[in-house]
């Protein structure tokens, strides 16, 4: 049973792993956008981060709800 908590544990550090990777990716196309000049490929890059922006927010979001999940005691489950 002690490796159940190991399991959730990795997990979870993996996604953290994930959104953090995703962050930077999204910082870097910031970066990027902020030394362009071509506005069409400015607004490309802005979209792009935007993206793995998003994609982060959904990594914290599954943690958060398999937390809740994890929690709850549906009835009949």
């Known amino acids: 049973m002690t490796s159940e908590p190991n399991a959730r544990s990795k997990a979870m550090l993996e ?4 959104q953090a990777e995703c962050l930077q990716r999204a910082a870097r196309c910031r970066a990027h956008a902020e030394r362009l000049w071509l506005p069409s490929v400015k607004i490309d890059m802005l979209e ?5 922006e998003t994609l982060a927010q959904s990594y914290a979001c599954s943690d958060h709800f398999k937390d809740f999940l ?5 009835p009949g489950c």
Request: glycine fraction near 0%; proline fraction near 0%; aromatic fraction near 8%.
């Open 48 to 52: 792009m981060a935007a993206t793995w």
């Open 70 to 74: 994890s929690e709850v005691k549906l």
């Open 15 to 18: 996604r953290l792993a994930k």
